[in-house]
């Protein structure tokens, strides 16, 4: 399983759902449907601070770019590193980030076909460097009705806002 998705033992709240902190710096809503949106930080330069409302969850991939970066699309085949935060969608907590590890950033390649989740795969294509992206993954897209590592339960829909670094070397 890919160290992008899980990893045991990394666990760190973030707090209620929807729960905001003075100090997290400017936040960006981004409005998933209607009347559904998710709150994300915006400093690319720090862990993400995410709001995950208390409603039901996109049952279709969703992406969004929070903070846009530039340069080159990222398409199938690329090798792109992200530094990541990933949370459960039912209680807004974090269950992974690149961030608890030091900030190294994570590969995922080649991209379309990387040993990630496949909303990983999907969701990535087109980001640009320096992007900030809102990814907002279904169950059939993630880990399913299995779950994964004991943090993420079974049918969980998953909030990922990843920073891409760069893109096949170029940042």
């Not at 969703?62 to 949370?87: I, L, N, P, R, T």
């Not at 608890?100 to 294509?125: C, H, K, M, T, Y």
């Not at 169950?139 to 969980?156: F, K, M």
Request: proline fraction near 5%; include cysteine.
């Amino acid at each position: 399983m890919a160290a992008a998705c899980v990893s045991v033992g990394l666990l760190a709240g973030c707090g209620a759902a929807g729960a905001g902190n003075e100090d997290e710096g400017e936040s960006h809503v981004v409005q998933i449907s209607d009347g559904v949106e998710v709150s994300v930080s915006q400093d690319t330069g720090s862990k993400p601070v995410v709001g995950v409302p208390d409603a039901a969850a996109p049952a279709a991939l969703f992406v969004a770019d929070v903070v846009e970066g530039a340069g080159d699309e990222a398409k199938a085949g690329d090798s792109v590193e992200v530094q990541y935060a990933g949370f459960n969608w039912s209680n807004g907590k974090e269950f992974d980030a690149s961030w608890n590890r030091g900030a190294q950033p994570f590969a995922v390649e080649p991209l379309g076909s990387a040993p990630v989740i496949q909303g990983w795969n999907d969701g990535l294509v087109g980001a640009q460097v320096g992007d900030r992206r809102l990814i907002v993954i279904p169950p059939h897209l993630g880990y399913g009705a299995a779950g994964a590592g004991g943090v993420i339960g079974p049918n969980e829909t998953l909030v990922f806002v990843v920073d891409v670094v760069s893109i096949n070397g170029k940042s």
